[in-house]
């Protein structure tokens, strides 16, 4: 992929329409759950992640089923998605207390479609 095009995936609302495509895709999310948009709607726990992430270049979206809390959190990998030629993301879930339930290098291979990347 050419080198500006690969910066453009990085800029936040980019790497935030990435992230929201892979939800989608890859989020197993059911009817009942409904986006939270704001660092204050979150556990603290996961504010404190929200804001790391933020912090260090990367972008977040939280769901929740008024049961339950998730937090993604993932950055766009510019080396990855130049080798690979499509747009690559680390992305990490996250449970309400923080812990990490699922962590993995992915691959947007079609629009909303998204594969798990081999080590």
């Given at each position: 992929?050419?080198?500006?095009?690969?910066?453009?995936?990085?800029?936040?609302?980019?790497?935030?329409e990435?992230?929201?495509?892979?939800?989608?895709?890859?989020?197993h999310?059911?009817?009942?759950?409904?986006?939270?948009?704001?660092?204050?709607?979150l556990?603290?726990?996961?504010?404190k992640?929200?804001?790391?992430?933020?912090?260090?270049g990367?972008?977040?979206?939280?769901?929740?089923?008024?049961?339950?809390?998730w937090?993604?959190?993932s950055e766009?990998?510019?080396?990855?998605?130049r080798?690979?030629?499509?747009?690559?993301?680390?992305?990490?879930?996250?449970?309400?207390?923080g812990n990490?339930?699922?962590?993995g290098?992915?691959?947007?291979?079609?629009?909303?479609?998204?594969?798990?990347?081999?080590?």
């Amino acid at each position: 992929m050419q080198t500006m095009k690969l910066r453009s995936i990085q800029a936040p609302g980019h790497a935030a329409e990435l992230l929201e495509s892979f939800i989608r895709s890859e989020g197993h999310l059911n009817y009942e759950s409904r986006e939270l948009r704001y660092e204050r709607e979150l556990t603290p726990t996961l504010e404190k992640v929200a804001q790391r992430w933020l912090d260090d270049g990367g972008v977040w979206r939280a769901w929740t089923n008024d049961r339950e809390m998730w937090l993604w959190a993932s950055e766009v990998s510019l080396a990855l998605s130049r080798e690979r030629g499509m747009p690559v993301m680390e992305v990490r879930r996250y449970d309400e207390y923080g812990n990490v339930e699922d962590s993995g290098t992915w691959v947007r291979v079609r629009s909303d479609e998204w594969q798990r990347c081999d080590g």
